[in-house]
């Protein structure tokens, strides 16, 4: 199986200048536990911001979330992929990394991301 069958292409961006406070939002908007942070320009890295850095910096900063920008809590380049990849080697590289998510990225390109449930839930799929 590869990353393109089971990648999620809707993926929820934040600009690497919006504050923790919006970026909480779009988490609830969205019901999601992440947000790809946006490129600057086109030769920059993508980067994700999880729930964990947003949590680590709101003990850290007191809970004002309105003066840290995502760009100061993200993961940054984030860790990417091609959509051609065997998810094997995509499961494997999470693991060795300790990352539950990897974007894909087609020429730089955001084109999907893949979280270890994706993973696990395609090889659920599988046994049943």
């Known amino acids: 199986m590869l990353v393109k069958d089971i990648m999620v292409r809707d993926v929820v961006t934040v600009s690497p200048l919006a504050s923790l406070r919006d970026a909480l939002k779009l988490m609830k908007d969205h019901d999601l536990k992440s947000l790809v942070v946006e490129q600057q320009t086109p030769h920059d890295a993508w980067g994700v911001v999880t729930y964990t850095n947003v949590l680590k ?10 003066l840290v920008n995502i760009y100061d809590v993200c993961a940054k380049p984030a860790i990417s992929v091609g959509e051609s990849l065997d998810v094997r080697h995509v499961a494997r590289l999470m693991t060795d990394n300790g990352v539950k998510r990897v974007l894909v990225l087609h020429d730089n390109d955001l084109t999907g991301i893949v979280t270890m449930n994706d993973i696990v839930g395609t090889v659920m799929e599988m046994i049943e």
């Open 57 to 66: 910096t709101i003990v850290a900063e007191d809970g004002d979330i309105d």
